[in-house]
């Protein structure tokens, strides 16, 4: 267990419709990151949030947002959902900045299913 | 712009017999390199990671991978295989230059499988 957590662990619903993703990070992590794995593109960065501020975007589409709050928890919202947005939906944590060689460490991740 | 590469989609070993995953990489700073560990319907367990210093790097579960500048390579390596190895691992890089600040790739993934 990873101290991360997620919820829900799935999620089905529509196209055209609206989701929100939670994450809890580690007692004491400032970073939270957001993943997308699916089948053709593996796992891709989303984007990234320290201390309530984005810090880096990656791959993330235009109907997807995200943010994080004070209490550090982070939400990760689709919108107008796509069947191609079917996959499973990581957050991780860092202490600090992973790109200043602090390690992620990964929640269980989200499974949603857009019929 | 950086790049991670797994050039192997599965790895098949007996078990009691060495594994080794291959990772290579291409990036325009100094790579901090990761290397972490998906089981079935789980996410991902961080195994070890090269930042600076000892080439060889130690992790959990007796893992250890070898940071090789000169070939771009950083391959995870256990000497004993278990059947409990049997599983998805990614190698992941994050370049230090700063036109990739904060953006990891992961390679696509090597499914391990071990057999008794």
């Known amino acids: 267990d990873s101290g991360v957590t997620q919820t829900p662990k799935h999620l089905i619903t529509a196209t055209g419709q609206r989701v929100t993703l939670r994450c809890s990070p580690r007692s004491g992590d400032l970073s939270v990151y957001w993943y997308q794995q699916s089948l053709d593109q593996g796992l891709q960065f989303l984007i990234q949030y320290y201390n309530g501020e984005e810090r880096a975007k990656g791959n993330i589409l235009e109907r997807f947002s995200a943010q994080q709050f004070p209490d550090l928890h982070s939400e990760l919202n689709l919108s107008s959902l796509e069947l191609g947005d079917s996959a499973l939906y990581f957050c991780a944590s860092s202490v600090g900045l992973a790109e200043l060689g602090d390690t992620q460490y990964f929640g269980p991740g989200t499974r949603l299913t857009v019929l | 712009a950086q790049s991670v590469a797994q050039p192997e989609d599965q790895v098949n070993v007996a078990e009691g017999n060495p594994l080794t995953v291959k990772c290579t990489y291409s990036?325009?700073?100094?790579?901090?390199l990761f290397w972490y560990v998906q089981y079935p319907n789980r996410g991902l367990q961080f195994l070890l990671k090269?930042?600076?210093?000892?080439?060889l790097v130690k992790g959990s579960y007796g893992f250890e991978a070898e940071f090789n500048k000169s070939q771009t390579s950083f391959h995870l390596k256990k000497p004993s295989a278990l059947v409990s190895d049997s599983a998805l691992y990614f190698c992941?890089?994050?370049?230090?230059?700063?036109?990739?600040?904060?953006?990891?790739?992961f390679g696509a993934g090597t499914q391990v499988v071990v057999t008794p």
């Open positions: 090269y930042i600076t210093g000892d080439n």
């Open positions: 990036v325009s700073g100094n790579p901090y």
């Open positions: 992941a890089v994050r370049d230090e230059g700063t036109d990739s600040w904060g953006k990891f790739q």
